[in-house]
């Protein structure tokens, strides 16, 4: 970053710091309080500018540099051919266009039409226009379960690229989460749709990320009654081909119980890929773990939520457990948990795995009626070493569920989990296409330098990077407003306000070049 940015940053830090501690001394300064609300008590006047032309996202322009730099843009263009002609448009500015919509706020392909009309968004990011939502929509089914594939495979190409700039103990383990979820709709002429086992119409796409960087390795998309495991397999391992690819020393792979998919067992273990599932409870399962000796069993002590300790405090009423007692519901309540393994050799599979068994003692009540206890069995399967404790694979597949957050992201923030065009494979290409938005964000979390002498603080800025929620990256990152200034070979953005990432930004700006 250059000097006179950071001199200028720190003196906007230190303006914002200086009025908001001027205002909390006046507040408790005054004796009596103020007649007046504080929110739009000045004079205002609105007028338009003539010359100064400015946008409200500062860090789209970046993103696509983000893009370019990585290699994303080549790679686009080289393993997707949609197009006989470029005119003018090559398939790279189809895919980045939908990419900037989701940044710049748009849930819909119309939304794209919004920037297609301001002009110096297109200064901006330095084209005379972008493609409409019809010719996004036309793009889109264009494409087949080839393309689609080709175009994860130009994204993995770009992922391998930042994954080379990072230190070597981002090598360690590379930690592969699956899942499914189901996407709704109320349209009735989309294909390839169908009912899905919650009732409702539409598709079932799978979910492919890497829990280290919280990056979404691949979607496939699925008619809506499909089993969740359905072409699973074959989307797991070409993700650990990217992950050998990338230079990951070791690979591990975990699940529900919809993903233990025995016949696949004995193969990812061949491979050296270590995996923790989840498993189906069954009744062959059950009679094992009842029949283990109690010395088997020992009890699972799970570690304190985050920000909670020890220290005792009064608690509030819990008004939800007294209505449950007014109205005679039954009540279930975890007492306490054991865990136990034992080996399991699956039908599907030659060799025997270990199958860790947690026993959860549930307390069940009736209004004011203590009934008798429930006791529960859930099921692990894993080909970990016997260095790893029964307690870290039970925690290593809880974790998991953190890819739960990853799922809401796409669904609810970036909206990469819908189906705004008319089949099966153009829904795909959009979840896709849209999802690069997502990656955009670790990437850009992975490739923003820390500074010597402030290793601390700025690891941890790369990692609030990593978790935060989509939303709130386009507001600090992203939706920062800023003028165009052209001049006859570049364009600069100058921005018009100061966040807590403006460092970060540019400190990413300076890998970029920009």
């Known amino acids: 970053m250059k000097t006179s940015f950071a001199k200028r940053i720190g003196s906007r830090k230190k303006q914002i710091l200086k009025r908001l501690a001027t205002a909390r001394e006046n507040r408790f300064s005054r004796c009596t309080s103020n007649p007046n609300p504080v929110l739009a008590s000045n004079s205002v006047k609105y007028e338009l500018a003539d010359r100064t032309q400015a946008i409200n996202y500062a860090g789209v322009s970046a993103m696509l540099k983000l893009a370019e730099h990585v290699g994303l843009t080549d790679a686009i263009n080289q393993h997707v051919r949609l197009l006989k002609s470029h005119a003018p448009y090559h398939e790279s500015d189809h895919v980045l266009a939908m990419v900037m919509n989701v940044l710049c706020n748009g849930s819909r392909l119309e939304h794209l039409e919004r920037l297609r009309n301001d002009s110096t968004f297109l200064d901006a990011v330095g084209a005379d226009s972008i493609p409409d939502p019809t010719t996004a929509g036309d793009f889109c089914r264009r494409f087949q379960q080839s393309d689609i594939d080709s175009l994860m495979q130009a994204i993995n190409e770009a992922r391998i690229n930042v994954w080379k700039q990072q230190d070597d103990s981002f090598f360690d383990q590379a930690l592969i989460d699956v899942d499914s979820v189901i996407v709704a709709t109320t349209a009735e002429c989309k ?24 990056e979404v390795l691949a979607i496939a998309n699925r008619s809506g009654s499909v089993h969740s495991a359905h072409n699973a397999a074959a989307y797991l391992d070409k993700a650990i081909c990217t992950c050998i690819a990338g230079g990951f020393r070791r690979i591990r792979m975990r699940g529900d119980c919809k993903f233990s998919q025995t016949e696949y067992l004995d193969g990812w273990d061949a491979l050296g890929v270590r995996f923790q599932f ?52 039954v009540h279930l309540e975890l007492l306490h948990e054991e865990v136990a393994e034992f080996e399991s050799h699956p039908t599907a599979c030659e060799k025997t795995y270990r199958m860790v068994v947690v026993r959860k003692n549930i307390s069940k009540e009736q209004g004011d009626v203590r009934l008798i206890d429930e006791i529960r069995y859930f099921f692990y399967i894993s080909n970990d070493l016997p260095s790893v404790s029964s307690e870290d694979i039970v925690f290593g597949c809880n974790d998991r569920c953190d890819q739960e957050n990853l799922i809401a992201q796409l669904s609810s923030g970036v909206r990469s989990l819908c189906a705004p065009v008319d089949n099966l494979e153009s829904n795909w290409a959009y979840m896709v296409i849209t ?13 923003t330098p820390v500074a010597t002498g402030q290793e601390q603080e700025h690891r941890a800025e790369k990692k609030r990077l990593l978790t935060m929620e989509f939303k709130t990256f386009l507001s600090v990152f992203i939706h920062v407003p800023c003028q165009i200034i052209r001049h006859a070979r570049k364009t600069i953005h100058r921005l018009l306000n100061w966040t807590d990432y403006t460092p970060a930004f540019f400190r990413l700006c300076a890998v970029l070049n920009l």
Request: overall charge positive; proline content about 3%.
């Open 435 to 447: 999802s690069i938005a997502w990656n955009l964000k670790s990437w850009s979390a992975l490739l």
């Open 278 to 329: 989840g498993y189906e409870a069954r009744a062959n399962l059950k009679e094992i773990a009842d029949n283990l000796d109690a010395s088997a069993w020992k009890k699972l002590t799970r570690a304190l939520p985050k920000n909670k300790t020890n220290e005792t405090r009064t608690k509030p009423t819990n008004v939800k457990r007294q209505i449950i007692r007014e109205r005679n519901y």
């Open 191 to 214: 294909e390839g749709m169908d009912i899905s086992y919650k009732g409702s119409w539409g598709y079932h796409p799978l979910l492919v990320s890497l829990a280290n960087t919280k």
